[in-house]
């Protein structure tokens, strides 16, 4: 890769010369004269350059001076396919593709058009046509890397291995080709092959920390962590700067427990991105996972002095304040989470249970019903809304919400001892007892559960009959 950049470099310096003496000729309207091979390198620069309309112009100008130059037709017709006008470039190109049948660079303009084109079947028929002109190893290599680069432009990986894995055989310690191979089999999802060929770019380069973090994110991926890590740690061993490795080395070690570890990269991130609120939230989580709640109380406001109106920093800090028995001035900031994200469950979960805390059942209840419209599949929200309920009496109420859980939960065992214990409640025995069995046949070692909601139950014969029964 760096001997291609080198060569671009000096060849467009020396095209450079070549192109200022056009131009200069253009300015001063003279005429001067430039031979074919002149002309394809000024329209290569103007290319290269991203200057198209000037290299068509000087293609223009070549005609006047060459009109019957087939390279300078070919250069037309990749200046149109760089412009995204393939049919242009299939045009320019039907005149003299029966005279130059033996140009590779024909076939190759003509398969890429027509892959722009989205017919892939008569691309690759051209592509195979142009490699059969292949001059010698070199040749066919670089015609092979050019077709693959542009099949992965039209995100056609699986097209793009095949051309590269020929490239492989041709050299097997390319380094472009192996990590094009990796990269390839990775938006293909085998990740096995793409692992596997950039381990082989490692065993021949073992300082590239793109490759590194490459590996990094694919063993993670597959849940490899012991070797996710490994791979980010030296790509930032190999580059101390390399800020992506940095962040996701922290991320993944804090997923994994490893807390103060997590800090130190989360810290060294933070020496390149000082005003990332992310950062000092995760670094506050991680002091909180530590039980360090005044260092991650610490970097919570750090957090919210950057981004003042983050829920995920207010509900930070509200259930840190929840753990510290810092109810009022947690329910501040948990009520503030709810504002500022009215769509997170989890934010009205907390609000709801520093309510509770404070023996405000009623806002505790609503906090839960709304964590309930938001996620009804999570059946905790139904717990902890029918406690509230159940706590003011409102066994009527609790009931119902329970039978509308039965939608979502109607195999738990626990939701159907819960209706049973209402239904005894709300004076309704044969209801009781249907749930009651059917909740022992579920999971008898949750029966307590029926217990606590209504303990006077215990003195029930039915009751007993059917606990009898169903233990021994």
């Not at 993944?252 to 060294?268: F, P, T, V």
């Not at 009804?376 to 509308?404: C, G, M, N, S």
């Amino acid at each position: 890769m760096k001997g291609d950049f080198e060569n671009n470099f000096f060849n467009n310096r020396e095209f450079g010369a070549l192109v200022s003496k056009y131009e200069q000729m253009l300015k001063n309207r003279l005429n001067y004269y430039f031979d074919v091979e002149d002309f394809e390198q000024i329209v290569e620069y103007y290319m290269d350059m991203d200057q198209n309309g000037k290299a068509l112009k000087a293609i223009e100008y070549a005609f006047q001076l060459h009109p019957d130059a087939l390279p300078l037709r070919i250069k037309k017709a990749q200046i149109h396919l760089k412009e995204k006008k393939p049919e242009r470039a299939l045009n320019t190109l039907e005149t003299i593709e029966n005279i130059e049948s033996m140009n590779s660079d024909i076939y190759l303009t003509k398969g890429h058009s027509l892959l722009l084109l989205g017919n892939v079947a008569d691309s690759e028929e051209y592509y195979d046509k142009a490699l059969t002109l292949a001059g010698d190893k070199e040749e066919r290599l670089e015609m092979l890397q050019n077709i693959s680069q542009t099949l992965q432009f039209s995100d056609l990986y699986k097209e793009a291995i095949k051309y590269l894995y020929e490239a492989y055989e041709l050299d097997r310690e390319n380094l472009m080709v192996l990590y094009d191979l990796a990269y390839c089999y990775d938006r293909s999802g085998d990740t096995e092959q793409s692992i596997a060929y950039y381990n082989h770019y490692i065993d021949i380069e073992p300082y590239s920390e793109h490759v590194w973090f490459a590996l990094g994110n694919l063993y993670n991926k597959i849940g490899e962590t012991d070797h996710a890590i490994e791979s980010y740690e030296m790509a930032v061993a190999i580059n101390p700067e390399y800020i992506d490795s940095i962040y996701e080395l922290a991320v993944l070690l804090e997923d994994n427990y490893q807390y103060a570890k997590a800090i130190q990269y989360y810290h060294q991130y933070l020496s390149y991105e000082p005003e990332s609120a992310e950062t000092y939230l995760f670094i506050g989580n991680c002091y909180y996972y530590l039980n360090e709640y005044d260092k991650a109380l610490e970097h919570y406001k750090k957090s919210l002095k950057i981004e003042e109106n983050n829920p995920e920093v207010a509900y930070s800090i509200a259930n840190l304040l929840c753990k510290k028995k810092k109810y009022w001035d947690a329910l501040f900031h948990a009520k503030n989470a709810t504002h500022l994200d009215e769509n997170d469950p989890r934010y009205y979960v907390l609000y709801g249970k520093i309510n509770a805390r404070l023996k405000m059942h009623k806002e505790a209840a609503r906090a839960f019903h709304q964590a309930l419209e938001l996620k009804p599949e999570v059946f905790y929200h139904w717990i902890l809304l029918t406690d509230e309920l159940i706590i003011e009496r409102k066994y009527d109420r609790a009931l119902q919400y329970l039978l509308d859980s039965m939608e979502f939960h109607g195999n738990n065992a626990l939701i159907l001892f819960r209706i049973a214990a209402l239904y005894y409640k709300t004076h309704s025995l044969r209801n009781s007892l249907k749930f009651f069995k059917k909740a022992m046949l579920m999971d008898e070692k949750l029966y307590n559960e029926f217990f606590k909601i209504c303990p006077e139950a215990k003195r029930s014969n039915e009751i007993r009959k059917v606990l009898n029964d169903q233990i021994l």
